[in-house]
């Protein structure tokens, strides 16, 4: 079973404050339940057994039925999902009303995305390891959803539309595999994508040299089922456009390394392209725009 341990570093470190500030609260509530004859004297310091407390913090990894105490992930995440099934439908959901969020422009592509929005549903926002396990452990996996569905996981406030103010300036890193070929091994690519979103694992250069502390490019991930392929993506919220965007490119091709290797788990030099399926490769949500022109691709 994984140990905490093996959570990326910024979930570690919030794991520990988040166990720390349990331990403080049990010692707090132990102190308040003293009767008056168990109060300490004046200038006397209560001594405090921190191995016992300690042994009433369960986690999932000791308890998974009964944790008192969850792991933090660095940011909150919200899952959207459409499908054929789901659009022109009432469902229920949260309103989009109640989901903080940056209004889209007033422009007739604003307009369009309003309406694409009313077909796609919000289904939950969590912030926790344990809440996302038992998100992931009751949809149905990508392999099993029907044609032209997606699933959207992206930060929490974030629209999963280039329209949002956090992916206008954006692009994303995607790859598209043959369905009857990749059927066997799809769940388990969303489910290392996913994961190396929510552990922020993506971004190598979200700590700088001098230590200042970096806003991550990712904003969300997608998976796409089509009747002849799967398609999973990346989305950043920078595009590097220039020789001036050096360091920026740089930062994205690592992202787009990562992707290939650690999470697809692809040597790589192997090119994947052949019939139906592409490269790893990253387009701006600009030139995405510009069907039928000349674009820039990045390609790992």
Same mark, same amino acid.
Not at 134 to 158: C, D
Not at 194 to 220: H, K, N, R, V, Y
């Given at each position: 079973?994984?140990?905490?341990?093996?959570?990326?570093?910024?979930?570690?470190?919030?794991?520990?404050?988040?166990?720390?500030?349990?331990?403080?609260?049990?010692?707090?509530?132990?102190?308040?339940?003293?009767?008056?004859?168990?109060?300490?004297?004046?200038?006397?310091?209560?001594?405090?057994?921190?191995?016992?407390?300690?042994?009433?913090?369960?986690?999932? +990894?000791?308890?998974?039925?009964?944790?008192?105490?969850?792991?933090?992930?660095?940011?909150?995440?919200?899952?959207?999902?459409?499908?054929?099934?789901?659009?022109?439908?009432?469902?229920?959901?949260?309103?989009?009303?109640? +989901?903080?969020?940056?209004?889209?422009?007033?422009?007739?592509?604003?307009?369009?995305?309003?309406?694409?929005?009313?077909?796609?549903?919000?289904?939950?926002?969590?912030?926790?390891?344990?809440?996302?396990?038992?998100?992931?452990?009751?949809?149905?996996?990508?392999?099993?959803?029907?044609?032209?569905?997606?699933?959207?996981? +992206?930060?929490?406030?974030?629209?999963?539309?280039?329209?949002?103010?956090?992916?206008?300036?954006?692009?994303?890193?995607?790859?598209?595999?043959?369905?009857?070929?990749?059927?066997?091994?799809?769940?388990?690519?969303?489910?290392?994508?996913?994961?190396?979103?929510?552990?922020?694992?993506?971004?190598?250069?979200?700590?700088?040299?001098?230590?200042?502390?970096?806003?991550?490019?990712?904003?969300?991930?997608?998976?796409?089922?089509?009747?002849?392929?799967?398609?999973?993506?990346?989305?950043?919220?920078?595009?590097?456009?220039?020789?001036?965007?050096?360091?920026?490119?740089?930062?994205?091709?690592?992202?787009?390394?990562?992707?290939?290797?650690?999470?697809?788990?692809?040597?790589?030099?192997?090119?994947?392209?052949?019939?139906?399926?592409?490269?790893?490769?990253?387009?701006?949500?600009?030139?995405?725009?510009?069907?039928?022109?000349?674009?820039?691709?990045?390609?790992?």
């Amino acid at each position: 079973m994984t140990s905490v341990s093996s959570l990326p570093g910024p979930a570690l470190q919030a794991s520990k404050a988040a166990l720390s500030a349990a331990l403080a609260e049990n010692e707090a509530k132990e102190n308040e339940s003293k009767t008056d004859g168990e109060n300490l004297e004046p200038g006397e310091i209560q001594e405090v057994d921190m191995q016992a407390q300690a042994e009433t913090i369960k986690t999932v +990894f000791s308890d998974p039925k009964n944790f008192n105490v969850k792991h933090p992930l660095c940011s909150a995440w919200t899952l959207w999902f459409d499908s054929p099934a789901t659009k022109g439908r009432n469902l229920p959901q949260t309103p989009m009303s109640s +989901f903080p969020q940056t209004p889209l422009p007033q422009t007739p592509g604003g307009a369009a995305v309003q309406g694409w929005m009313e077909d796609i549903k919000r289904v939950i926002t969590f912030d926790s390891v344990e809440e996302f396990w038992g998100l992931y452990n009751n949809i149905v996996p990508p392999s099993q959803l029907p044609q032209k569905a997606n699933y959207y996981l +992206f930060k929490e406030g974030i629209i999963p539309a280039w329209e949002d103010e956090a992916n206008k300036n954006g692009g994303k890193w995607s790859i598209q595999l043959p369905r009857d070929k990749n059927r066997a091994v799809v769940d388990k690519f969303w489910l290392y994508t996913m994961l190396a979103a929510i552990g922020e694992t993506f971004d190598p250069l979200l700590t700088s040299e001098g230590g200042e502390t970096l806003q991550s490019l990712i904003t969300g991930v997608i998976v796409s089922t089509r009747p002849q392929f799967y398609r999973i993506s990346i989305w950043t919220r920078s595009a590097p456009t220039g020789g001036e965007d050096d360091k920026l490119r740089e930062r994205i091709e690592a992202i787009g390394r990562h992707f290939k290797t650690q999470v697809l788990g692809y040597p790589e030099g192997q090119r994947l392209a052949g019939a139906l399926a592409t490269e790893v490769e990253f387009l701006s949500h600009k030139d995405s725009e510009r069907k039928g022109k000349q674009t820039k691709k990045i390609i790992v």
